[in-house]
């Protein structure tokens, strides 16, 4: 299931946001068909596919909220190891969202333009519990490493600057590793 759900998510980030929209609705169409016919053939399989419906429902809509500018660069820039390019300028990050697979060994590339002001990139979950903090660093790039935690919506946040933050977005990926 999360091996199909990521695949999915990685076709709809290689095309343009409309197109990702139109994909999502068709494939929600033809389950919804497949579900239908189950159920109507063998009623004791109404609860299972409901639920496998729902599921995939969710994966699309999730699929289709991730398919943003940020998560599509990651994709292009895909390499060996996950990697993200993060700047701070001006007290701010340049990006508001994060897209990384989770449980995996990714890297942030984190460049600060504030010559002499610290910054870093610090990863809580929701309800702020520390998961990543990233080395302050007050001019030039720095290079993260670490493993990502399971999927799931997180905070990514300058520890020097609560109002540096974001959403860092971990999609399940089949493979370990
Ligand atoms: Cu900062």
Redesign the pocket.
Same mark, same amino acid.
């Given at each position: 299931m999360y091996s199909i759900a990521y695949s999915f998510s990685r076709v709809l980030l290689t095309v343009n946001e409309t197109a990702s929209w139109i994909i999502a609705l068709l494939v929600a169409a033809v389950v919804l068909t497949i579900i239908t016919a189950i159920a109507e053939r063998v009623p004791a399989t109404k609860v299972v596919a409901g639920i496998a419906g729902v599921g995939l429902l969710a994966v699309l809509v999730a699929g289709g909220a991730g398919a943003d500018r940020g998560e599509r660069e990651f994709e292009s820039h895909r390499t060996e190891i996950p990697t993200v390019e993060v700047t701070?300028h001006n007290?701010a990050y340049d990006r508001d969202v994060i897209g990384l697979p989770a449980d995996s060994n990714v890297e942030v590339s984190f460049t600060n333009l504030?010559v002499g002001? @610290? &910054?870093?990139v610090a990863i809580y979950t929701e309800d702020n519990a520390p998961v990543f903090a990233g080395k302050p660093i007050d001019h030039g790039t720095g290079l993260y490493k670490f493993k990502t935690p399971a999927a799931g919506t997180y905070r990514y946040v300058?520890? @020097? &600057?609560p109002g540096?933050t974001g959403e860092l977005r971990l999609t399940q990926e089949g493979s370990s590793k």
């Open positions: 701070a007290i504030d002001t @610290f &910054h870093n300058c520890d @020097f &600057h540096m």
